[in-house]
């Protein structure tokens, strides 16, 4: 073994220009010298972006404008082996315009040399339609070396909502305006792609300038232009006439996909709306029973009205009926000033005296109006309340 270095050596040094260069790829080491011989300091390792493509993609309409792509890329290294952390920065423009945009920047990861198994890639979509060109720039993770790709044509995904419908849950006086109802919509997406999706729901007072945010829907997956795919939300409030809006988004987007609004739909304009009535409760206060026969010389027939809502205020009114025990027809016995009530609180009881100029057991019933309707809202009777089943008074 050290006859065939030292037979190296002499071959090596009948070309003196080129014995240290020689002996630093041979040996591996350094030998000093002067003049000619003296040795020059190693490059440093050259970096390029050997090719980008495009693989897959969606083209919904197959017009040449894709919807979403893929681009790949494969970044090497000049020296065989050598191993770099090296990250891209990956810009777009609009085909024919000067200015790039950078769209992001890869997380750091590794090459080697010329190795085709460290192809590298990112997910490209939400371009609006047109002819756009792209560069990737290579970064060492603490130096940087351009390279560029070629410009293709992408398109957004199409949304829309259809329309929307409603119906009624709720209408207890049957005056067209609902205590509660069901706002349904059909949103598509262009072809027969299946996206997840979510929908904001916004109301104002019709008239009115100013959305107020009312509620965002769970994530539900719609399919092409399909009808099985309805959404839909439950809503009650009140009173008055109310315009309702639709934002559709993707599933966690920041933006809306699409909108519906009344201006679209005739369907979210003017929906008339009132507050839920409820009598929670009946029953007697300050009874008179002077003789302990168990028939009452006089009572306060009272109840609790509520209005569904935390914090909800109404006006409302109501009208009392009677009937001797036995009979089947109810008599007017009168109707109460409009007063007010607010969700459920118990301190807004209202009251009526009975009396009777006649030895009789009577049973009673409730009818709870908004202020000046025509139709109850909520009604409480006997068979609600044991309180409004037979009580008996006497003059």
Known sequence: MPGILNTVFRTLRRARAFSLAALLVFGGIWVGGCGSDSPTAPRPPTFWIFDAQWIGGTDIDGDGYWETRRLAWDADVSEPGLTKSVKVRLYARPAGTTTWTL?????????????????????????????????????????????????????????????????????????GCSESARLYWDADVSGDLTRSVEARIYSRPTGSATWSYVLTTNCYTITGTSSLDLAWVELSG?????????????????????????????????????????????????????????????????????????????????????????????????????????????????????????????????????????????RRGPGDDPDLDVQCFEP
């Not at 460290?118 to 970064?139: H, I, K, M, N, Q």
């Not at 009572?299 to 036995?326: E, K, M, N, P």
């Open 238 to 378: 009140g009173p008055g006439d109310f315009d309702f809006r639709i934002d559709l988004y993707e599933c966690g987007g920041s933006s809306p996909v699409a909108v519906l609004e009344p201006i679209d739909d005739a369907n979210l304009h003017d929906r008339c709306f009132e507050p839920t009535l409820t009598i929670f409760d009946a029953w007697w206060t300050n009874v008179v029973n002077m003789d302990g026969d168990g028939y009452w010389e006089r009572g306060d027939l009272t109840w609790d009205a509520d209005v569904v809502g935390s914090g909800a205020s109404t006006s409302v009114q109501a009208r009392v009926f009677y009937r001797v025990a036995g009979v089947s027809n109810w008599t007017l016995l009168g109707t109460t000033n409009c007063y007010t009530i607010t969700g459920d609180n118990q301190l807004d009881t209202y009251a009526v005296r009975i009396d009777s100029n006649v030895p009789a057991c009577y049973e009673f019933w409730i009818d709870l109006y908004d202020c000046g309707g025509t139709l109850p809202a909520a």
């Open 103 to 175: 769209l992001g920047t890869t997380s750091c990861y590794s090459i080697t040399g010329a190795s085709t198994s460290d192809v590298y890639y990112a997910d490209v979509s939400g371009f609006p339609r047109g002819s756009w060109e792209f560069r990737l720039d290579l970064y060492e993770c603490d130096g940087s070396s351009p390279a560029a790709a070629d410009g293709k044509g992408f398109e957004e995904l199409a949304y829309a909502i259809y329309g929307a419908a409603w119906t009624t849950t709720s209408d207890v006086d049957q005056d």
